[in-house]
Structure formats: C-alpha cells, structure tokens
C-alpha cells in the first residue's frame, strides 16, 4: 500500500494527512512533523541524514527505523533476487 513521507515544512496538520485518500502507512522524516493521532508513523528517518559508517567506503546512508504504527500495521517490502 501506498506510504506518504512527511517531513518540514509541512503545510498539513496531522488530521489533513491522516484524511488523504489512498495512503495507508506514513513515513516520518528527520523533522518535528505533526503527530498522526490514533495512527502514528511506520517508518522513522533517523538523523544524521548523511551518516558515514566505516563500513560505506565513503559513502552517505540515510537511516530509517522500520515498526508497526499505531494500528498495528507495517510496511510490506520487498525487492528482485
């Protein structure tokens, strides 16, 4: 199902984005975003944004914490073999 990532600035209150259609699960980004009452977040950006672990080789990743939300629900990924 579709996820939404909000971040700031954000012009919608939680209730605005809690009422979009068609978006099932809420991605929050690095940022103070509005609370999503009765429903939360599923996927959480951690900071830094641009985290240089010893074992990237140089390379920035950007960090995401995955969990159920309020609802209980969680991203479904996947990706090719």
Same mark, same amino acid.
Request: charged fraction near 15%.
């Given at each position: 199902?579709?996820?939404? =990532?909000?971040? +700031?600035?954000? *012009?919608? +209150?939680? @209730? $605005?984005?809690?009422?979009? *259609? %068609?978006?099932?699960? =809420?991605?929050?980004? @690095?940022?103070? %975003?509005?609370?999503?009452?009765?429903?939360? =977040?599923?996927?959480? $950006?951690?900071?830094?944004? %641009?985290?240089?672990?010893?074992?990237?080789?140089? @390379?920035?990743?950007?960090?995401?914490?995955?969990?159920?939300?309020?609802?209980?629900?969680?991203?479904?990924?996947?990706?090719?073999?």
């Amino acid at each position: 199902p579709p996820i939404l =990532y909000v971040a +700031s600035p954000q *012009p919608l +209150s939680g @209730a $605005q984005l809690a009422a979009r *259609p %068609n978006i099932h699960l =809420y991605h929050s980004g @690095a940022s103070d %975003n509005p609370d999503l009452v009765g429903i939360g =977040y599923s996927i959480f $950006q951690l900071l830094p944004t %641009n985290f240089k672990p010893a074992w990237g080789q140089g @390379a920035t990743v950007d960090l995401d914490i995955i969990s159920r939300d309020r609802r209980g629900r969680i991203p479904m990924l996947w990706f090719p073999s």
